[in-house]
């Protein structure tokens, strides 16, 4: 275990999480929000912006970059005036380089407003490959030259300017559309972008740069069609509320037979996995302020789950789940087909108790990119199982999230070391807990 107290939530759980929670905006949509800004001199606008720290991140990247950056926590506002952009200092840039996987997407924006751009080594979480070679074969296409031979990280340069192209996804990629977004709304001409990703976070970005003066339209069949235009202006925009956070708070009022109720939360986005909610036992009300989800009492319910490209059930869902569904009566499946290391974080769960075998086999009828690939990218599931408390060690964002509800559904005491990467992702995760009544310290 470390020595670093600050990193280290000690937990009584056992007790059930009840009273009343406040989620923001998306962490999946604000940080692209921020960079959409780059795209245009002058003011935008964010609002429900959550205080967490891939925000900070952002601020401070774009910041490197000669944009003023002004971010109200408290009232979750943030303030970016683009104005100037000036390229930022490779050594200032690396030293952010760990932290998040948003530089890439400072490509297209940098290109249309300087002709050029550097993007350092990539972070985020190890939950398996992340490539970035659809961001840069999209690059390519719209004209641009990419030097990944740099010692320091990738030179892009667009000296004739990006202009439209076709482009396929060969999978859904939600950082490769948004790649080609931001990059293909300022390119002269028209693109057409098929295979696309339109996660919800996804078009609450088209909608803002249909804000900034875009012209985007979206068939039906994944396909997007950008003509660019010469120029776009500042915004003004409220994020849609983090469904991945909601249903977070959701399994762990499952997981700990509790009763929650997560102001902020929106029905549209969390369709699938309200479905899924109910189908293991779980109760939830739908109001026009949020979302209240329970624990009614008696057994959960087995069930068989399979991670998809939205409309599917959101791999980020998957996690917190799986400690609840330690508490189901029967066996449950989980067929995970976005990330192959998605798994990882199950070993604490049987350390304390839990009974979950992984497997290579494809457990489900989903097309999988992971089929006799050697990864172990299904899980079963067997409840309901006791937990005790333990040391654990945070992997990961969401699978440090799903450690802290086991830690909390466990009898006993547990120490979660690793707490900063949950962070990332769950605003004032700590004042939330105190709000529902978890013992921890």
């Not at 996804?169 to 709304?185: D, F, I, N, R, W």
Request: include cysteine; charge should be negative.
């Amino acid at each position: 275990m470390s020595d670093n107290n600050n990193d280290i939530l000690h937990v009584e759980g056992g007790k059930p999480l009840n009273g009343t929670i406040k989620v923001r905006g998306a962490k999946n949509f604000v940080s692209k929000a921020m960079v959409a800004a780059l795209l245009a001199p002058g003011t935008s606008v964010l609002k429900n912006v959550p205080e967490i720290r891939d925000v900070h991140v952002v601020s401070d990247l774009l910041r490197l970059h000669g944009v003023d950056v002004t971010v109200d926590g408290d009232h979750g506002v943030v303030t970016i005036d683009a104005t100037n952009v000036q390229l930022a200092d490779v050594a200032d840039v690396d030293t952010l380089s760990g932290s998040s996987r948003i530089p890439i997407l400072f490509s297209g924006p940098l290109l249309h407003r300087l002709g050029e751009a550097f993007i350092p080594a990539l972070g985020g979480c190890n939950i398996g490959g992340r490539p970035i070679d659809f961001h840069l074969e999209t690059l390519r296409k719209l004209g641009a030259n990419v030097d990944k031979e740099h010692k320091d990280g990738i030179h892009i340069t667009a000296p004739n300017g990006l202009h439209g192209a076709k482009i396929h996804l060969p999978y859904p990629s939600v950082g490769a559309t948004e790649q080609t977004l931001l990059a293909a709304v300022l390119a002269e001409g028209k693109t057409e972008l098929s295979g696309a990703a339109t996660e919800p976070e996804i078009m609450d970005l088209v909608c803002v740069l249909q804000k900034m003066g875009a012209i985007i339209s979206v068939d039906v069949d994944r396909t997007f069609r950008i003509e660019g235009v010469k120029e776009l202006k500042g915004y003004t925009h409220t994020s849609l509320t983090d469904r991945i956070e909601a249903a977070s708070w959701a399994s762990a009022a499952l997981a700990t037979h509790g009763d929650i109720f997560v102001k902020g939360a929106t029905q549209p986005e969390m369709m699938t996995f309200l479905n899924v909610f109910r189908k293991i036992g779980g109760e939830f009300d739908i109001t026009d302020n949020g979302i209240r989800f329970w624990h009614p009492g008696g057994d959960l319910k087995p069930v068989a789950i399979e991670t998809d490209v939205h409309p599917g059930f959101m791999t980020d869902w998957q996690q917190p789940l799986v400690v609840a569904l330690t508490q189901a009566k029967g066996l449950s499946i989980v067929h995970e087909t976005v990330y192959e290391n998605r798994f990882g974080f199950t070993k604490p769960l049987v350390q304390m108790g839990a009974t979950i075998q992984l497997y290579r086999e494809c457990l489900g009828s989903l097309p999988c990119r992971f089929q006799q690939r050697n990864y172990k990218h299904s899980a079963v599931i067997f409840g309901p199982t006791p937990l005790t408390g333990r040391d654990i060690d945070v992997p990961d964002l969401r699978g440090g999230f799903s450690h802290l509800i086991a830690a909390l559904t466990a009898k006993g005491p547990s120490n979660v070391q690793g707490i900063s990467l949950i962070d990332r992702g769950y605003a004032d995760f700590r004042g939330k807990l105190e709000a529902l009544g978890a013992d921890f310290d």
